[in-house]
């Protein structure tokens, strides 16, 4: 039972740490340089992404422990792990490209590789454990939502 609580912890602060680094690319330009650049009629306020992002980050956590933890075969949990791995570095690096470097353009292609990682991650959830699978796609929607809003603003800032 401690072993599985240890896990639940530590799949729940992953993932929060992952939204921490981002954040730290983030804190460098939120208040300056994305004030500047042309956005959308549907941006949302920025007070909207620190809520979702904890929220989905949650769900992204609970969905690892349940594979984790579940009584898969190795070899099909090992390799869900190893995508779901993949697709949070490919999250990370999104802040680091489109708020670090200012460039919406390579965090475009940085979150189109996101969304086909986080769709193969699910693709391999779902035989370990479908909760798991299912926790991930409001997460998908969410990503999904921001490629259509990253692509936007590249093309009005071009």
Not at 65 to 72: A, D, E, G, K
């Amino acid at each position: 039972m401690q072993g599985n609580m240890n896990k639940l912890i530590f799949s729940l602060a992953l993932c929060q740490l992952a939204g921490v680094i981002g954040g730290l690319f983030n804190a460098a330009s939120i208040h300056s340089w994305y004030l500047t650049i042309n956005k959308p009629s549907f941006n949302p306020p920025n007070w909207i992404f620190g809520p979702v992002w904890i929220t989905l980050y949650l769900l992204m956590g609970i969905a690892l422990f349940l594979v984790w933890t579940s009584n898969s075969p190795g070899k099909a949990k090992q390799t869900a792990m190893i995508f779901f791995f993949i697709q949070l570095a490919v999250n990370m690096a999104w802040s680091f490209f489109f708020f670090y470097l200012k460039s919406p353009s390579l965090a475009l292609i940085d979150i189109i590789v996101l969304l086909i990682f986080i769709l193969l991650t699910i693709w391999k959830f779902f035989p370990v454990n479908r909760t798991a699978g299912y926790l991930m796609l409001p997460y998908l929607l969410w990503v999904g939502f921001a490629a259509i809003l990253n692509y936007s603003i590249w093309t009005l800032n071009r």
